[in-house]
Structure formats: structure tokens, C-alpha cells
């Protein structure tokens, strides 16, 4: 049961242009969401998140956008860099969920960004 | 600089032969975690601590173990590894303080090659 899905294995996007990566979640629960980063042979690193009390989150070339009624969320990338070419990992948590569940992120299955010069 | 070490980088191992992977961080984080992840798919929790508790998830089989000697340093002990067991393992840590919730740091990971 995969509560958190990327459904595009892959996305090729030429520098200069928006890269939209997209994310569905199944668990009403979620209330939090992150999106990481990852280089070849390099862990996943925090990029941005967003709190379901907000619909919207942007932090310099990086916007995330939340449709709750959709459980739907997205990073868009203006303007998309060749640097930004990497593996993108959408992630959730119930941030109102206690005992041993709290701060535990379920992770999509990633996909890889590939940004043309 | 503060970060989350993960050492080997790459380990292999031979089928039923215990393997020991270890993490430390200098971030003072309270919270590790251990994820497993097989190639093209999400990392999959297997374990965390916080502070000494440990947390294991449902589904984690009993395989895989943890040791947490200190804040700053995590084991992930797979007793008997599997062809199955061959994965990407990555350590993180993050800060849990009152209600407040923290992105998690990652580690560079290890793979495991079981032969």
C-alpha cells in the first residue's frame, strides 16, 4: 500500500524552462510535505516543505503547491537549471500523530530530473 | 562543517554472513533513523530512535537490528543478509523538540552487496 506516489519515473525539461514535478498521497492524515533532493551517491537533502494550512510555499526558484481536496501536490523549478538535474523525492507525515509515529515521513518513489543545456 | 557520516560507503557481504553498518552524526540531533532503499523505489523506514528509545517499524523483519551507543553514533546489524537484503541503507537524523518537526538529515548511504 503505497501511500505516497510519483508517477513519473522521469521528466526531461531544457534549461530556462519550469520543471513540474508531481506527487499524490492517499492518508487524509498527512499534514506535512517535503520535497528532497538527490545527487548520484549522495543521501537526499531538504529542499522545501509545506504545512496543509498553506496551498502554497516558495523559496527562491522553488515553489510547492497543495491541492488538499486532491491530496495533490507539486514542485515547480523557474527556471530550470542543468545543476537542478537530480532524483526528486516527494515525502509526508502526520505531524499530529503521537507516540512513536511522530516526525516519520513516508517517501515517494522519486523522480529523476533531467535538466538539457 | 555538521553532518551525518555513514561508513562503509560500499560494503559487500556474503549470503548469511552478519554485516554491521554504522552511522554518526555531529549535528547533537536526538532523533536517527534507518531507511532501506531498493533501487528505483521510496526509502522504506525500518527503524528510529529517539533519544534511547527505540522504535521499530511493523513490517521491519527481526533480520535487521539497531544499536544506539550514543547520540551521536547508530548501528544497523543485519544478522544473516539475504540476496533480498541488497539495498541502499541511509541514516538520518533529525531535531525533535515539543511540537515542533524537523526536515531529517541524510547520510550518503551504504550499499550493500550480498553475494
Known amino acids: 500500500d503505497q501511500q505516497v506516489k510519483q508517477n513519473s519515473p522521469s521528466l526531461s525539461v531544457q534549461e530556462g524552462r519550469i520543471s513540474i514535478l508531481n506527487c499524490d498521497y492517499t492518508n487524509s492524515m498527512f499534514d506535512y510535505f517535503l520535497w528532497y533532493k538527490k545527487y548520484p551517491a549522495e543521501g537526499p537533502t531538504f529542499l522545501i516543505s509545506i504545512s496543509s494550512i498553506k496551498d502554497k510555499n516558495e523559496d527562491g526558484r522553488f515553489t510547492v503547491f497543495l491541492n488538499k481536496s486532491a491530496k495533490h501536490l507539486s514542485l515547480h523549478i523557474v527556471p530550470s537549471q542543468p545543476g537542478d538535474s537530480a532524483v526528486y523525492f516527494c515525502?509526508?507525515?502526520?505531524?499530529?500523530?503521537?507516540?512513536?509515529?511522530?516526525?516519520?515521513?513516508?517517501f515517494g518513489q522519486g523522480t529523476i530530473l533531467t535538466v538539457h543545456p | 562543517d555538521a553532518m551525518v557520516i555513514q561508513n562503509p560507503r560500499y560494503q559487500v557481504t556474503q549470503f548469511g554472513k552478519p554485516v554491521t553498518l554504522s552511522c554518526s552524526q555531529t549535528?547533537?540531533?536526538?532523533?536517527m533513523y534507518w531507511y532501506q532503499q531498493k533501487s528505483s523505489q521510496a526509502p522504506k523506514l525500518l527503524f528510529h530512535?529517539?533519544?534511547?528509545?527505540?522504535?521499530n517499524e511493523a513490517d521491519t523483519p527481526d533480520n535487521f537490528q539497531s544499536r544506539r551507543p550514543n547520540t551521536s553514533f547508530c548501528f544497523l546489524d543485519i544478522r544473516s543478509p539475504g540476496l533480498g537484503d541488497a539495498a541502499m541503507y541511509l541514516c538520518a537524523t533529525s531535531s525533535r523538540t515539543g511540537g515542533e518537526l524537523y526536515e531529517q538529515y541524510f547520510g550518503p548511504g551504504t550499499r550493500l552487496t550480498v553475494t
Open positions: 515525502a509526508a507525515s502526520d505531524i499530529n500523530a503521537g507516540g512513536t509515529s511522530y516526525g516519520k515521513l513516508t
Open positions: 549535528l547533537n540531533h536526538n532523533v
Open positions: 530512535y529517539y533519544d534511547k528509545d527505540f522504535n
